[in-house]
């Protein structure tokens, strides 16, 4: 996509160039983007995973911040949450098909940040 395609795109959602403070986009981003939004929903691409596979993978979480992350995510329709009633509780989490559409958007994003990461740090490193 060049430069004019991705303004074109952009000004389809924003045709002023502004990003209004009350703008519905600004509550979805901040969710998917959040420190550990964009972790879980990667994390969950292409698989089902149980709380304790889920954590394991996205290393670092506190059992509260997952819990609230996917409480975010599941509330926006990214993520499915299923409870089976079993004791002890088995509650598996996947994506549905609003959240595999985002994942496909986020993994380009992704590839970009794993080839760049290690040029980006060294230099930030360096100030």
């Known amino acids: 996509m060049q430069v004019s395609e991705e ?5 389809r959602y924003f045709p002023d160039g502004r ?7 600004r509550t979805v981003l901040e969710h998917v983007t959040s420190k ?3 972790l879980v929903l990667v994390a969950l691409t292409g698989r089902t995973l149980r709380w ?3 954590r394991r993978q996205v ?3 506190s059992e509260k911040m997952l819990a609230q992350t996917l409480q975010t ?6 993520v499915h949450r299923e409870a089976h009633p079993v004791i002890p509780p088995h509650v598996e989490y996947s994506l549905t098909p ?10 380009p994003l992704l590839e970009w940040i794993g080839a760049h990461a290690g ?5 930030s490193a360096r100030r």
């Open 19 to 25: 990003f209004p403070a009350q703008c519905p986009t």
């Open 7 to 11: 303004l074109e795109a952009l000004q």
């Open 73 to 78: 995510l599941e509330g926006d329709g990214l």
């Open 119 to 123: 040029e980006i740090v060294e230099r």
């Open 59 to 61: 290393e670092g979480v």
């Open 52 to 54: 304790s596979e889920l």
């Open 98 to 107: 609003l959240g595999r559409g985002l994942v496909g958007r986020l993994i």
């Open 36 to 38: 550990w939004g964009v």
